[in-house]
């Protein structure tokens, strides 16, 4: 026994180590990783990754109906999110000249840029008071000169002062709110110095919902800091929200999905494992009425458990979205080993054998069925190493060989623990009461074409709506509901004109790109494309000419020295007061000519004083509520404002209008996007009308675009990104599960078959899965619980599981050529090693993840079915077939008149 003993101990202690210390089991949670590198739409991403940069975006979602709190919020994080180099790149929150490079202008309509001139040129009295000042005092002190020194009589000064009352009502509203915020304030910007309405900056921002949505978008550095870069935007998202609150926030995209549904999927399979593993203790604990032999055959299960992690460490090193369930599956499955061993050990004992006889003959009769259910279930895992789905094999390979695993101990130390300690009296017992299993399997084994014919009408009454089972593609439905990731992702395709994902079309030139450009544009499911063929190659002597002109109305500006020293809260008070005069006299002004003439032409002109006088107001209030502290948020306020102005500025002044846009002009985060690093590939980023995440859209938007630009599926151009990965990742994945099943029962018919030598015995034992394969997708379609990418693993399991209660009831009826099962101690094992199995998979059902969750469901229903038409159907069939005169084998039957181990109901 020591020889048995010891070496599993140092084992296990060596499999905890390599698990938890070093190498250490990993996580995966790039669903990416999950396809073979091998298949050709998996090369042609791969490619695009590594030529466009194109790590998986990060994005931001604020949310809420004060449009300016969502600006706020943006600009701190966006400046946050710029500062942190090590983690995040291509950042983008707004379109701000300053962002968009020397050539930001070509980037702009003709019509747009010959606005920006008009706007210059009417606002020019004001941008020269503007640029001489050095912070909020002196600009309202030019402002008040002004007004003092206005005539009263139309005139282009008073027009382009009238003009300016919205921007300093919003530059003096902002400052006031800097004062109720923590951390460093943004700038109005460029809109609230020209008065830009609600829609023009909004085009300034990415937008969604009519600006009710603002979004930031930035990338990783490399796939590999995915992880980090998560939790960090969480960290700095946490951070702005402090400074802003009152608003809705949370982060989405590839990254986070998958990040999340890792964590989450860890912390479900955590529980499961735990719950599944408690309660299959005690179902062993009740179900035999002790808890010695049970505990012993526990702790055997956590030492093949830890021996299967240290298995799936040094052979995967890792584990995925897949794999990630395999541990609460083999609590319930591995069990059954001891479930099986142990009622037979106990049913001999009561035959009167000696510990060492009884074992030795579990070991010998049950221990056939054992191995041959060990095998066949694993085969069913193993059978999954033969598909092209990557994560799939290594589902199979950590799952198969793990039950493997689980089998070596189960049957070298199991024997040892069992035949120490102290033993139970009353094992040499004999039960004198006929026990109720026996009565309860009479009322089928006496009506076997009674039960045939129950089973047909139940297996018509599933295939009615077995036949109507969909399948779910969509993988945002495999997410938990609640996890924030996957709201505010629904949010964006509810709120959005056009999914937010996007197929990607490599060219290899930019005439392509445009001809490719301008297909795409005509195909009905195409809702938009992001391209920069069009500004490298469009004519630009047009905007060349209008971005001249706008250097030559800004050359003769310069601004003054900026003021960064604390403001005088006194003087800047006394300055907004005698603003607010002025701003009194003329709104007394313009009432009292209104109310003469009886027109309303100056109303707009009015509101607009009138919120510039609130405003003063409010700012008055809250300076003086605390003036030291005001002093100091005021300094940061004006040095934001004045220097945005001032880089905003410089950066018109220096606009290169020497030549057209060229790649090599586009700034990094369009560069990276749609230049590839050789220069010599070109991507349109085509957007669907509809959302893809539904597959019959996914469907119609990516066969569009291959049948329209790559008709005889040559390969060129590329045609790839999440649309295209979602669509072939989803068929590949249900076309694998699909390929194990038969490979599953290919196997598992040839090992049945080398057991018993008898193609009979191979229908009979598949009899149980095939009745309770077609119970199980009824009562899915009865239900209305469709198949999705994590419960189509029931498939190949079902048919791995379900088989083995076959062949230990034909192990027993070869050995005493018998149908009578329930009363005897393998009936009693197969019911309760089904309920360990139920148990294991039915702990997943507690899981958030609603894929985790189905997968759970079914295989709990399945594991039943199976069960059930095991016990019943199966010894009915026997009991038919040994009336005429049929029989399994050429063992003799056992001397012993079997019985079952001692239940609940038998005394001890």
Same mark, same amino acid.
């Given at each position: 026994?020591?020889?048995?003993?010891?070496?599993?101990?140092?084992?296990?202690?060596?499999?905890?180590?390599?698990?938890?210390?070093?190498?250490?089991?990993?996580?995966?949670?790039?669903?990416?990783?999950?396809?073979?590198?091998?298949?050709?739409?998996?090369?042609?991403?791969?490619?695009?990754?590594?030529?466009?940069?194109?790590?998986?975006?990060?994005?931001?979602?604020?949310?809420?109906?004060?449009?300016?709190?969502?600006?706020?919020?943006?600009?701190?994080?966006?400046?946050?999110?710029?500062?942190?180099?090590?983690?995040?790149?291509?950042?983008?929150?707004?379109?701000?000249?300053?962002?968009?490079?020397?050539?930001?202008?070509?980037?702009?309509?003709?019509?747009?840029?010959?606005?920006?001139?008009?706007?210059?040129?009417?606002?020019?009295?004001?941008?020269?008071?503007?640029?001489?000042?050095?912070?909020?005092?002196?600009?309202?002190?030019?402002?008040?000169?002004?007004?003092?020194?206005?005539?009263?009589?139309?005139?282009?000064?008073?027009?382009?002062?009238?003009?300016?009352?919205?921007?300093?009502?919003?530059?003096?509203?902002?400052?006031?709110?800097?004062?109720?915020?923590?951390?460093?304030?943004?700038?109005?910007?460029?809109?609230?110095?020209?008065?830009?309405?609600?829609?023009?900056?909004?085009?300034?921002?990415?937008?969604?919902?009519?600006?009710?949505?603002?979004?930031?978008?930035?990338?990783?550095?490399?796939?590999?800091?995915?992880?980090?870069?998560?939790?960090?935007?969480?960290?700095?998202?946490?951070?702005?929200?402090?400074?802003?609150?009152?608003?809705?926030?949370?982060?989405?995209?590839?990254?986070?999905?998958?990040?999340?549904?890792?964590?989450?999927?860890?912390?479900?399979?955590?529980?499961?494992?735990?719950?599944?593993?408690?309660?299959?203790?005690?179902?062993?604990?009740?179900?035999?009425?002790?808890?010695?032999?049970?505990?012993?055959?526990?702790?055997?299960?956590?030492?093949?458990?830890?021996?299967?992690?240290?298995?799936?460490?040094?052979?995967?090193?890792?584990?995925?979205?897949?794999?990630?369930?395999?541990?609460?599956?083999?609590?319930?499955?591995?069990?059954?080993?001891?479930?099986?061993?142990?009622?037979?050990?106990?049913?001999?004992?009561?035959?009167?054998?000696?510990?060492?006889?009884?074992?030795?003959?579990?070991?010998?009769?049950?221990?056939?069925?054992?191995?041959?259910?060990?095998?066949?279930?694993?085969?069913?895992?193993?059978?999954?190493?033969?598909?092209?789905?990557?994560?799939?094999?290594?589902?199979?390979?950590?799952?198969?060989?793990?039950?493997?695993?689980?089998?070596?101990?189960?049957?070298?130390?199991?024997?040892?623990?069992?035949?120490?300690?102290?033993?139970?009296?009353?094992?040499?017992?004999?039960?004198?009461?006929?026990?109720?299993?026996?009565?309860?399997?009479?009322?089928?084994?006496?009506?076997?074409?009674?039960?045939?014919?129950?089973?047909?009408?139940?297996?018509?009454?599933?295939?009615?709506?077995?036949?109507?089972?969909?399948?779910?593609?969509?993988?945002?439905?495999?997410?938990?509901?609640?996890?924030?990731?996957?709201?505010?992702?629904?949010?964006?395709?509810?709120?959005?004109?056009?999914?937010?994902?996007?197929?990607?079309?490599?060219?290899?030139?930019?005439?392509?790109?445009?001809?490719?450009?301008?297909?795409?544009?005509?195909?009905?499911?195409?809702?938009?494309?992001?391209?920069?063929?069009?500004?490298?190659?469009?004519?630009?002597?047009?905007?060349?000419?209008?971005?001249?002109?706008?250097?030559?109305?800004?050359?003769?500006?310069?601004?003054?020295?900026?003021?960064?020293?604390?403001?005088?809260?006194?003087?800047?008070?006394?300055?907004?007061?005698?603003?607010?005069?002025?701003?009194?006299?003329?709104?007394?002004?313009?009432?009292?000519?209104?109310?003469?003439?009886?027109?309303?032409?100056?109303?707009?002109?009015?509101? /607009?004083?009138?919120?510039?006088?609130?405003?003063?107001?409010?700012?008055?209030?809250?300076?003086?509520?605390?003036?030291?502290?005001?002093?100091?948020?005021?300094?940061?306020?004006?040095?934001?404002?004045?220097?945005?102005?001032?880089?905003?500025?410089?950066?018109?002044?220096?606009?290169?209008?020497?030549?057209?846009?060229?790649?090599?002009?586009?700034?990094?985060?369009?560069?990276?996007?749609?230049?590839?690093?050789?220069?010599?590939?070109?991507?349109?980023?085509?957007?669907?009308?509809?959302?893809?995440?539904?597959?019959?859209?996914?469907?119609?938007?990516?066969?569009?675009?291959?049948?329209?630009? /790559?008709?005889?599926? *040559?390969?060129?151009?590329?045609?790839?990104?999440?649309?295209?990965?979602?669509?072939?990742?989803? *068929?590949?994945?249900?076309?694998?599960?699909?390929?194990?099943?038969?490979?599953?029962?290919?196997?598992?018919?040839?090992?049945?078959?080398?057991?018993?030598?008898?193609?009979?015995?191979?229908?009979?034992?598949?009899?149980?899965?095939?009745?309770?394969?077609?119970?199980?997708?009824?009562?899915?379609?009865?239900?209305?619980?469709?198949?999705?990418?994590?419960?189509?693993?029931?498939?190949?399991?079902?048919?791995?599981?379900?088989?083995?209660?076959?062949?230990? =009831?034909?192990?027993?009826?070869?050995?005493?050529?018998?149908?009578?099962?329930?009363?005897?101690?393998?009936?009693?094992?197969?019911?309760?090693?089904?309920?360990?199995?139920?148990?294991?998979?039915?702990?997943?059902?507690?899981?958030?993840?609603?894929?985790?969750?189905?997968?759970?469901?079914?295989?709990?229903?399945?594991? *039943?079915?199976?069960?059930?038409?095991?016990? *019943?159907?199966?010894?009915? =069939?026997?009991?038919?077939?040994?009336?005429?005169?049929?029989?399994?084998?050429?063992?003799?039957?056992?001397?012993?008149?079997?019985?079952?181990?001692?239940?609940?109901?038998?005394?001890?």
């Amino acid at each position: 026994p020591r020889l048995f003993f010891y070496p599993q101990l140092l084992l296990f202690i060596a499999s905890v180590f390599v698990t938890a210390v070093k190498p250490k089991i990993q996580f995966d949670t790039s669903r990416d990783d999950l396809v073979g590198a091998e298949k050709q739409y998996h090369k042609n991403y791969l490619r695009y990754k590594k030529e466009f940069l194109a790590q998986d975006e990060l994005v931001a979602v604020v949310e809420s109906e004060d449009t300016e709190k969502n600006r706020q919020f943006v600009e701190r994080l966006g400046e946050r999110l710029i500062q942190e180099t090590n983690l995040f790149t291509d950042v983008i929150y707004n379109n701000d000249v300053t962002m968009l490079g020397d050539k930001a202008l070509l980037f702009f309509p003709e019509k747009d840029l010959k606005e920006l001139l008009q706007t210059l040129r009417d606002y020019r009295p004001f941008i020269q008071q503007f640029v001489q000042a050095t912070n909020l005092n002196s600009l309202f002190r030019l402002v008040n000169h002004q007004f003092g020194t206005a005539r009263r009589e139309e005139n282009a000064e008073n027009r382009a002062l009238a003009k300016a009352l919205p921007a300093m009502e919003r530059i003096i509203s902002q400052a006031s709110d800097s004062l109720q915020r923590p951390g460093t304030p943004p700038s109005p910007g460029l809109t609230a110095l020209f008065n830009a309405g609600k829609e023009a900056e909004q085009q300034m921002y990415v937008t969604f919902a009519d600006g009710r949505i603002y979004i930031v978008t930035a990338r990783p550095r490399s796939d590999d800091l995915n992880d980090q870069a998560v939790q960090r935007l969480r960290e700095l998202v946490a951070q702005t929200k402090a400074e802003v609150p009152g608003i809705n926030v949370g982060i989405t995209g590839e990254p986070v999905l998958e990040y999340d549904e890792m964590a989450q999927s860890q912390h479900d399979t955590a529980v499961a494992t735990i719950v599944s593993l408690v309660l299959v203790a005690l179902i062993f604990i009740y179900g035999y009425n002790e808890s010695g032999r049970p505990i012993k055959a526990t702790i055997c299960l956590i030492v093949g458990l830890a021996y299967t992690m240290a298995f799936a460490t040094l052979v995967i090193g890792h584990l995925n979205i897949l794999t990630i369930t395999f541990l609460p599956m083999l609590v319930g499955l591995a069990i059954d080993f001891g479930v099986h061993l142990v009622t037979r050990y106990e049913e001999e004992l009561r035959q009167g054998k000696t510990e060492p006889q009884a074992l030795g003959k579990a070991v010998v009769y049950t221990g056939q069925g054992i191995f041959t259910g060990c095998f066949t279930t694993a085969g069913a895992f193993l059978a999954m190493a033969l598909t092209d789905f990557k994560g799939i094999r290594e589902m199979g390979i950590i799952s198969g060989g793990g039950l493997l695993i689980c089998l070596v101990p189960m049957m070298t130390l199991l024997p040892v623990l069992l035949l120490r300690g102290r033993q139970n009296v009353l094992d040499h017992t004999f039960p004198r009461e006929i026990e109720k299993r026996a009565r309860l399997e009479k009322m089928w084994l006496e009506r076997p074409l009674l039960v045939t014919g129950i089973t047909a009408g139940l297996c018509l009454v599933s295939l009615v709506k077995a036949g109507r089972v969909p399948f779910d593609y969509n993988l945002l439905h495999m997410q938990s509901k609640d996890l924030p990731a996957v709201v505010f992702e629904q949010k964006l395709i509810d709120s959005a004109k056009q999914s937010v994902l996007y197929c990607a079309v490599i060219a290899r030139s930019l005439p392509e790109a445009l001809a490719l450009e301008a297909k795409i544009t005509n195909l009905t499911a195409v809702g938009s494309v992001d391209s920069m063929a069009r500004y490298l190659t469009e004519d630009q002597a047009g905007k060349l000419g209008l971005v001249g002109e706008v250097k030559k109305e800004l050359a003769p500006i310069r601004f003054a020295e900026l003021d960064d020293e604390p403001a005088n809260v006194a003087e800047l008070s006394a300055t907004l007061w005698y603003l607010q005069g002025y701003v009194g006299f003329a709104t007394t002004d313009i009432e009292r000519e209104n109310d003469g003439s009886g027109k309303e032409e100056n109303k707009e002109v009015l509101d /607009d004083f009138k919120s510039l006088d609130r405003a003063i107001t409010q700012l008055r209030k809250r300076m003086l509520e605390d003036p030291q502290l005001a002093a100091k948020k005021l300094a940061a306020f004006q040095l934001a404002l004045f220097s945005d102005i001032r880089e905003t500025f410089g950066a018109l002044k220096t606009q290169d209008n020497r030549g057209p846009l060229r790649a090599e002009d586009l700034p990094p985060a369009l560069r990276h996007r749609f230049v590839s690093k050789s220069g010599d590939l070109f991507l349109l980023q085509v957007y669907p009308k509809k959302d893809v995440w539904q597959r019959q859209n996914q469907e119609e938007f990516v066969n569009q675009l291959r049948n329209a630009l /790559d008709p005889r599926n *040559t390969g060129t151009p590329i045609v790839t990104g999440t649309p295209v990965q979602l669509l072939e990742y989803t *068929t590949l994945l249900k076309n694998s599960y699909e390929q194990a099943a038969w490979y599953s029962l290919a196997a598992i018919a040839f090992l049945v078959f080398v057991h018993f030598r008898s193609t009979t015995c191979v229908i009979l034992s598949l009899l149980p899965v095939g009745v309770g394969t077609i119970w199980m997708v009824g009562f899915m379609g009865w239900f209305d619980i469709p198949f999705n990418p994590a419960n189509i693993m029931t498939l190949p399991l079902v048919i791995g599981i379900g088989v083995t209660s076959g062949i230990h =009831i034909l192990n027993r009826f070869a050995e005493e050529r018998k149908p009578s099962i329930l009363a005897k101690s393998t009936g009693k094992a197969v019911f309760i090693s089904a309920l360990t199995t139920i148990v294991g998979f039915g702990s997943l059902m507690l899981a958030k993840h609603q894929g985790i969750a189905s997968l759970g469901c079914v295989m709990a229903v399945g594991t *039943t079915t199976c069960m059930v038409a095991a016990l *019943t159907f199966l010894p009915a =069939i026997l009991n038919l077939l040994s009336h005429r005169g049929w029989v399994l084998g050429n063992k003799k039957p056992s001397d012993d008149n079997a019985q079952s181990t001692l239940g609940r109901e038998e005394p001890r």
